[in-house]
């Protein structure tokens, strides 16, 4: 039999998201979600396969490889083990593949040594995806492991804007510079939105907001990034719900000379306990706007607060794309936060950008205009698919 089906493994720093997908359609086999793993306390994982009932326990999860070897039971349940005949390949989402990689590669012991070269560039996420792989590769040595790359699409950014305003051989030594991420999915739904104005990516100028727990905005034009507000980690851009995103880096010095504070506390003060979290306590968009509703000041702050942030980029992606066909939100908030779009794109009738509340509040799934027929401009909501892009690349790959 032909294998047609890829395992697709997307490891956070402490939760494990894995798809099968049936390949060349796409077609879901089995999604499931490990979570809390290294944390105090059973981690707990849920499988749901596209026949039969949703499976959900709790277990110990010390590491990573816990989390895969789980999961890999759970499918083996199903008949979909990872040393299944029908499996053509695993694809890994790697956070940072730095400048080397820009298109999926199969991992080999280089690969694998330059993912591990890119940990100090991403300290919570190549370990985990490196975990993920040596695993893949313990259970089963012969199915091709095809690394793709959060990096990889932001590669085309040129250097007037990658490159930061600091001593160029300080930054050429230890690679300093922006490297940009969630590229798989602003190139997912770059081209989706494209496809939903109903024509080719090299013909339109998108600006893609990936709104989920880490956030982040990509001018694409004519289908190549030329801009991201992440940067040499997922720290940089746009407030997330735990992140600062961008601050005066004095911020950081400030801290450490007033507050007495190490490094490595400033570092988990800025990625743990700021973005929304840090401003009001909660990290979910809809506790946010509840508590906002509900008349909390703190909340109202740290929604104004990220729509200010979102609002900016815009603007300055305006400007680096000169020409703007489309605005595209994407992501567990920008799918489903209908005030976020609506505050973000409030009062931006000069730039050509409106929202039609009927359209933006209706109950739709799909890629969809949200835009008044008269707006210059295309307003979209374009769910992204991070597994099945990634699936799509890693079956292309190791088809050719
Ligand atoms: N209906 C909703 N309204 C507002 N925000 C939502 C809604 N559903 C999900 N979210 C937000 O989406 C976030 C998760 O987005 P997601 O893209 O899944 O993030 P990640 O992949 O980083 O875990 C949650 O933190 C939550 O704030
Ligand atoms: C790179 C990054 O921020 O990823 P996530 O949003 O999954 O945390
Ligand atoms: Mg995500």
């Not at 740290?302 to 603007?315: E, K, M």
């Amino acid at each position: 039999m032909n294998a047609t089906q890829v395992l697709v493994l997307n490891s956070g720093s402490s939760s494990l998201k894995y798809q099968l997908l049936d390949m060349p359609e796409g077609r879901r086999l089995a999604t499931g979600l490990v979570e809390r793993i290294g944390e105090e306390g059973p981690g707990r994982l849920v499988h749901t396969p596209a026949e039969g009932e949703r499976r959900e326990r709790e277990l110990p999860l010390p590491d990573h490889a816990a989390a895969l070897r789980a999961a890999g039971d759970e499918l083996a349940a199903d008949g979909l083990g990872l040393d299944s005949p029908g499996l053509a390949a695993v694809g890994h989402r790697v956070v940072h593949g730095g400048r080397t990689f820009t298109e999926p590669t199969v991992v080999d012991e280089r690969v694998l040594a330059e993912i591990e070269r890119l940990v100090p560039l991403a300290p919570l996420h190549n370990p985990a995806n490196l975990a993920g792989i040596r695993t893949a590769l313990a259970i089963n040595p012969d199915v091709p492991q095809v690394a793709v790359f959060d990096t990889a699409f932001h590669t085309t950014i040129p250097d007037h804007a990658a490159c930061y305003a600091i001593d160029a051989e300080v930054a050429a030594e230890h690679r300093v510079r922006r490297y940009g991420f969630h590229g798989t999915s602003h190139a997912f739904v770059s081209r989706r939105t494209a496809e939903l104005l109903g024509r080719r990516p090299e013909e339109v100028n998108v600006i893609t907001l990936h709104l989920g727990n880490g956030a982040s905005a990509a001018a694409v034009a004519g289908g190549r990034c030329v801009d991201t507000s992440m940067g040499l980690t997922p720290l940089q851009g746009l407030v997330m719900g735990t992140r600062s995103g961008d601050i005066d880096p004095a911020v950081v010095f400030h801290l450490s000379r007033v507050a007495g504070m190490s490094v490595a506390e400033i570092d988990e003060l800025l990625n743990s306990h700021s973005g929304l979290r840090g401003l009001c306590g909660d990290n979910d968009m809809r506790e946010v706007v509840r508590r906002m509703d509900a008349g909390d000041e703190r909340a109202r702050l740290a929604f104004d607060v990220y729509i200010h942030r979102l609002r900016s980029y815009l603007g300055a992606y305006f400007a680096v794309l000169g020409r703007v066909d489309a605005v595209a939100f994407t992501a567990g908030v920008g799918e489903n936060a209908t005030r976020v779009r609506t505050a973000a794109v409030a009062g931006l009738d000069a730039l050509g950008l409106a929202v039609d509340e009927r359209l933006n509040t209706a109950a739709d799934r799909g890629p969809r205009l949200i835009s008044p027929e008269y707006a210059r401009v295309a307003v979209a909501v374009v769910p992204t698919d991070e597994e099945l892009e990634i699936a799509t690349q890693a079956f292309a790959l190791v088809n050719a």
